[in-house]
Each structure stands twice: as C-alpha cells, then as structure tokens.
C-alpha cells in the first residue's frame, strides 16, 4: 500500500496508565492520578444539571454551527462570532491548522520540549520541523525568531508551556510577533490559560487585534473540568477562521458536548475557585522543593515539573505502586523529572509522602 513514508515509524500518542490498569496491577482499592492535568474538582454543577435535563433526540446531528455555545463564546470573549472556530478538543484545532498550512516544502518552528502534538501532526503532513530548545524551560523567542524563514509557515507557542509550565510575558511575545512576517501563522495555544496569575502575562483578545496572523486556542478540557468531553475552540481574525473552516470535520462537536461546555461557561465562579485552589496547590509543592532541596519550575498551569535527579521512570514506578500516577519526565524529554497535576489539597499532601518516602529509601538528595 502506498502509505505516506512519514508516518512508517511515527508512534500514536501513548496515553498515561489508566486507574483501572494500576489498580489490577499493584492490587489497590483506590488510585489517584495526577498524570493528565485534569481538574481535580471535577466541572460546574451546571454542567450536571444540563446532563440530567437533556432530552433532545440522540438520533439527531450535533448542530454544525454549534449556534449555543458560539453565541455564549462571542459575548464572553467580545469577538464576532466569525472570529471562532471549535475542535473535537483544541487537538483537532492544531490538526486543522496542520492540515490547512503544513506541507512538503514548507517548514514549522516550535520550541522542545513542548506539546508533542505540534511536531505530530507536521511530520504527517510532510514539513520540516525546525525544534528550538528551551531555555530555563521558557521559550527561546529570539532563536526561534531567527530559524523562521521564507518557507516557514507556522510558529506554535506554548503559553504556560507544556510540560514546564512557564509562560511568555507581555513584552516579550510582542517584541517577537514585531519580527514575525505576515504570512507567517502564529499560534498561542493557552490549554491553560484560565489557571494564569501572573501580572505581566499578555492579553491575547489584543493580541489577535493587533496581530492579525495569530490565533489562539483554549480549550475546556482542563480548567472547566470538560476533558471526557472534548471541547475546544480558536479565536483569530475573521479572514484566518474562514480559510481554517473547510478543513474542520462537519458535526465535530456533539451535541451533550457543546451543550456543557456552555452551562460550563455560564459558571466562571467555579473557574475562579479552580484557579484560587491551584495556587494553593503550587505552593504545597513548591514548599516540598525547597524543604527537600528539588529543583523545579514556578508554574502557571495546574501542574509541576520537578527534577529528582534520578531516572523518572524509577520514580514513577514507585509512585504508582503507592497508588498515584503521575507522568515520567523521559516521554516528556526531562527524563530525571516527573510532571505532577495539581490535586486537592489532601491528594497533594499524599503524592508529596510518597515523594518524600521515596527520597529516604533511595537517598537520591
């Protein structure tokens, strides 16, 4: 069969331990996993009560314009409604962008490590990836400004970085969008950009106003607590949403999904309480680091990224046995680090026992 040389050896996304998995395997009655930077809170009431009530037909087609949640969007963000586009989860978003502009001949610039999903989708669609390392887990801006070039036809960045992290400040990205040409597509992919608290973070509603070849991607699998349900969504210029939509799948988002993910938007109480406990949740950690002398990067997301100076896996390994699933730093490119999810209170104080038990039992310090 005449497959694509590109993707003979490209590996399908390798999703972490399942509860289920880790259960059977250590002989355990009860799991917590911090892997997958889901919201430990769960999502909305609303987002129930809209389950509880639906009726509508399941033989039906999801509605193709997703007209409510469209609607709800617009008047949250003040964008036309023209200014978005919606994914099966902002993944599909940066599949479409892929599929849209990627090609053989051109090429994408991205930072490393970062979002694996970028250099995925652009080695299937044949382009060149050109990976700048990052710095002190930050984005190298000016080094990634300057592998851009006439062929370069996307730049992704990270905004707080998966798996750091760390975000781009206000003056930096501007000063960095100033050096970008105009047929160049510069994508903000904030997954997690309802847990930022930083000050000097940027406003990307202006951004997109005065850079008319960004857009940016949200979703609300992570703070919304929506991540069974796969939601997401681009807002950019009006003319850039227009060439994205004939690549977007028809009904890509089903209909119970497009209903909660706006009974979830109704709620930002429930958003602000997420992030206010977050924080809460970063400092519990960031107090073990500093007892236990870890290195680690502050965050603006609801995980951590901490460096055990040992082999990940070995720590992973260990964890799990004591009923936490966190995600070894190896497939993440930091393999003596282990990315933690933010939890309650209670699961942060266990995972960080743990952590300490395994610190005395291997003196890895």
Not at 43 to 60: G, L, M, P
Not at 159 to 174: A, C, F, M, R, W
Not at 213 to 234: D, E, H, P, Q, W
């Amino acid at each position: 069969m005449k497959w694509k040389q590109q993707i003979i050896n490209l590996k399908a996304y390798q999703p972490g331990r399942s509860i289920e998995e880790v259960k059977k395997k250590y002989n355990l009655e009860k799991i917590v996993k911090l892997a997958s930077n889901e919201n430990p809170f769960g999502s909305s009431n609303r987002v129930k009560e809209f389950i509880q009530s639906f009726a509508d037909s399941y033989a039906i087609y999801p509605d193709g314009y997703t007209t409510v949640l469209r609607t709800a969007l617009s008047e949250t963000l003040n964008v036309k409604e023209n200014q978005l586009i919606f994914g099966n989860g902002s993944d599909e978003i940066i599949q479409i962008i892929s599929r849209a502009m990627l090609e053989n001949g051109k090429n994408t610039v991205m930072a490393a490590p970062t979002f694996p999903q970028y250099r995925h989708n652009a080695v299937v669609e044949g382009a060149e990836v050109r990976e700048i390392p990052l710095v002190e887990g930050a984005h190298d801006l000016e080094a990634m400004a300057e592998a851009v070039d006439s062929q370069t036809a996307v730049v992704w960045l990270c905004s707080p970085n998966n798996p750091t992290g760390v975000y781009i400040k206000d003056q930096e990205l501007k000063a960095f969008l100033d050096k970008m040409p105009e047929d160049v597509l510069v994508v903000l992919d904030e997954a997690y950009y309802e847990y930022v608290t930083a000050d000097d973070y940027y406003n990307a509603l202006e951004i997109i106003k005065e850079y008319p070849n960004v857009i940016v991607t949200r979703t609300f699998s992570k703070a919304y607590g929506l991540a069974s349900f796969r939601v997401g969504y681009g807002f950019g210029s009006e003319e850039i949403i227009r060439l994205l939509e004939p690549v977007r799948e028809p009904f890509n988002v089903n209909t119970l999904a497009q209903g909660a993910a706006a009974a979830a938007l109704s709620d930002q109480a429930f958003v602000d309480t997420c992030r206010a406990e977050n924080q809460k949740g970063l400092e519990q950690y960031y107090e073990f680091c500093e007892q236990e002398s870890l290195s680690y990067y502050p965050s603006e997301g609801n995980f951590i990224l901490i460096d055990f100076q040992c082999d990940s896996d070995q720590l992973f390994e260990y964890l799990m046995a004591k009923g936490y699933i966190i995600r070894s730093g190896k497939a993440l490119g930091f393999p003596t680090s282990v990315r933690v999810t933010v939890g309650s209170f209670e699961e942060n104080q266990g995972i960080i026992e743990a952590m300490k038990s395994f610190i005395a039992e291997k003196a890895i310090k």
